[in-house]
């Protein structure tokens, strides 16, 4: 058992993740989730150190476990869309579409669960309502003033991409 106290050492996992040794990282954050199974943190930190490792499978549970606990609101969010990115890269889209949904009802405003959530509404098979969640995502969030000019009908086109106005 080591003497450094719990929060060195996480923020020690946390820096030699972010330093490019993730091994290393993963390694003592297998121990302290060992230590502290309960603590959501090191759960939301141990599965983000997997999918840094490309071990998204080994990820999953750290996620629901992280999401399941006490995380601060910047961090659920986060881990949200770390599960449901981590399910959308192992093929399991449902479970994927359903963390998505949860996460945008929840923080509608984190514009990165939308985005993500696109991805795999393309990977699915419903390109429409893919680019329709990218067009709405443009305009909102555009600084680029001949983008801007034309935000009315990005939004318009959005909500009707099958153009049955015209018809």
Not at 97 to 122: C, Q, S, T
Request: no cysteine.
């Amino acid at each position: 058992m080591t003497t450094e106290p719990y929060d060195g050492r996480l923020a020690r996992a946390v820096a030699l993740r972010t330093g490019g040794r993730a091994d290393e990282a993963r390694e003592l954050l297998l121990a302290l989730r060992a230590e502290f199974p309960d603590d959501a943190v090191v759960a939301y930190q141990t599965a983000w150190t997997h999918d840094v490792l490309d071990r998204e499978a080994e990820a999953v549970a750290h996620y629901r476990a992280a999401i399941a606990g006490d995380l601060p609101e910047a961090d659920l969010r986060d881990a949200l869309l770390g599960l449901g990115s981590t399910l959308r890269a192992l093929g399991r889209d449902d479970e994927a579409a359903e963390v998505f949904a949860h996460g945008v009802a929840r923080f509608p405003e984190y514009r990165p669960l939308r985005v993500f959530r696109a991805m795999l509404r393309y990977n699915t098979g419903d390109a429409r309502e893919a680019v329709a969640d990218l067009l709405r995502l443009l305009a909102d969030t555009t600084e680029d003033p001949d983008v801007r000019q034309y935000r009315r009908a990005i939004s318009a086109y959005a909500d009707d991409l099958d153009r049955s106005w015209l018809g």
